[in-house]
């Protein structure tokens, strides 16, 4: 009778320690997912969605508000504008800290544009809404067999390869750009190309038609 009150005694007291370890182990393993979310959180939130206005300020006063914006950024694709306020800007760099001269020589060279409308006179200063309707015109928009070559030469010819230095919302934005002028303007490869390297919004120092 002894012995198997013992038996049952230390039955229940590995019972009992096997539901401790599984509390304390559940318990662990919340913490640690607790963390995970909220350090991806913070990550997120590192991209504002606030917008400083610059619509009254001076080419060096813009420089002095977009070279330390936060609402561009390289991650997202095309989808990160669809996070921001329709009243928005995407404003300040994607990779690199903006260079005040280079800066000044894509505000000037755009000015050769500035008859179209379409084409936005600040790359580092871009509405939301823009870029929504670009990003959905390139989506929607499928170019002749002719109109094909003059973008893909335009992309050869484009000091990053393309209509930006990384494959993100303003790639895909500048994308449907291209096409529209394409089809409705009739640019050239040549222009397209110049069009995208003025409206360069990686920063860095590299001088306009020069590269990085």
Known sequence: MEENTKKILEEYRKGKNEKIFFIVGTLVFLLFLSFIILNNSNNSSSVSTKTIPTETLTVGEKFAVLSV?????????????????????????????????????????????????????????????????????????????????VYDKAVKVSNEGGPCCCVCWHWYAYEGLAKKLIIEHNFSAEQIAEVWDLSDACGGAGHEGGGH
């Not at 505000?107 to 959905?136: F, N, T």
Request: hydrophobic share 25%; proline share 5%.
């Open 69 to 149: 914006a936060k609402t561009n950024s390289c991650g997202g694709g095309a989808a990160v504008v669809n996070n921001m306020p329709d009243d928005g800007k995407i404003q300040g760099s994607c990779c690199t800290k903006m260079n005040l001269h280079k800066y000044e020589e894509q505000i000037e060279g755009l000015k050769k544009y500035s008859d179209y409308e379409i084409i936005p006179k600040d790359p580092y200063d871009v509405p939301v809404v823009w870029a929504r309707e670009m990003i959905e015109y390139g989506e929607q928009t499928q170019l002749t067999s002719e109109q094909q070559i």
